[in-house]
């Protein structure tokens, strides 16, 4: 039985969220927004009925880890609802703990996506053409292989449907080039440090999402970040090359999904309490080894 109802929803009956994604519902105050993230699951871009108890708690805890332990610029304020405005106040119950007060921004179009491991989509794309994401690789590479240098792959970021890969040429053609530039560099620096901080911790990162946003000092990195929903986290002491290892992440959900009888569209299958339950074991296993 679960210990904790998942919250799916966030209503706040004073307030309109001025955007609700996936997982988050942002509020709107000037110059700054409050992001509050949900319980809510998607997989393939499609958001399921039923949530994963506590799931938005973990991700701000995680989130607000990777903000204050790698060195760029972001715009995360403050996680303390003590620093949260005024007119938020009446919702303690809801708001504490998923949470952010961030820096508003313009965010960018696209998502920035690292690959460190030959995995999921990647691997599929290399056993067909010996590419991913139409960037080569060597011949010889197996399921999880390493990858010599980490590989920048963006995505469109799409409102709603699914996201698409596109080359780093058609990224500059939505961004410019100079953008491109800095978001890729940023990209890759944040993966390299991070894979670091999690490697002494046991953990690998075998790839992840970044998004930015712009200000008028210049861009600045945004939602979430390094999460088990953007990221894929596998145990250092389990990972074979040849094998997928287990993921500390959702992977759980979407090997469930693909299995499923399902077109990827709207609506998702539903989730079984055994799916459930599983699934908010591994993101609370992957919020305890990182925040030790």
Request: aromatic share 8%; with cysteine.
């Amino acid at each position: 039985m679960q210990k904790t109802k998942p919250l799916t929803q966030i209503k706040l009956d004073t307030l309109t969220a001025t955007h609700t994604g996936k997982v988050r519902s942002n509020f709107d105050f000037g110059d700054k927004l409050l992001i509050v993230a949900s319980d809510r699951v998607s997989a393939f871009d499609v958001v399921f009925d039923e949530g994963i108890p506590d799931k938005g708690r973990i991700l701000t805890e995680i989130s607000k880890f990777w903000f204050q332990n790698i060195d760029v610029a972001h715009h995360l304020i403050s996680t303390d609802f003590d620093d949260f405005p005024s007119e938020v106040k009446p919702y303690r119950d809801i708001l504490e703990g998923r949470s952010m007060l961030v820096q508003k921004t313009k965010p960018l179009p696209v998502e920035c996506i690292v690959r460190g491991y030959l995995v999921g989509s990647g691997w599929k794309e290399y056993q067909k053409s010996g590419t991913v994401c139409g960037a080569p690789l060597p011949p010889g590479l197996k399921e999880a292989s390493r990858l010599a240098e980490p590989i920048f792959t963006p995505s469109t970021k799409a409102e709603t449907g699914h996201d698409e890969n596109i080359s780093i040429e058609q990224m500059k053609d939505i961004i410019g080039a100079e953008l491109t530039d800095i978001l890729q560099t940023r990209s890759l620096d944040i993966y390299s440090k991070a894979r670091d901080i999690a490697d002494k911790k046991g953990i690998i990162i075998a790839d992840t999402k970044f998004e930015f946003g712009l200000i008028d000092s210049g861009v600045l990195l945004i939602d979430e970040v390094l999460t088990p929903d953007s990221s894929r986290f596998w145990p250092k002491d389990q990972y074979e090359e040849g094998k997928n290892p287990p993921s500390f992440d959702k992977q759980i959900i979407r090997d469930y999904a693909a299995a499923q009888d399902w077109d990827k569209n709207p609506p998702a299958p539903p989730l079984s309490d055994e799916i459930i339950e599983k699934t908010a074991r591994e993101y609370q296993k992957i919020r305890d080894i990182l925040l030790a």
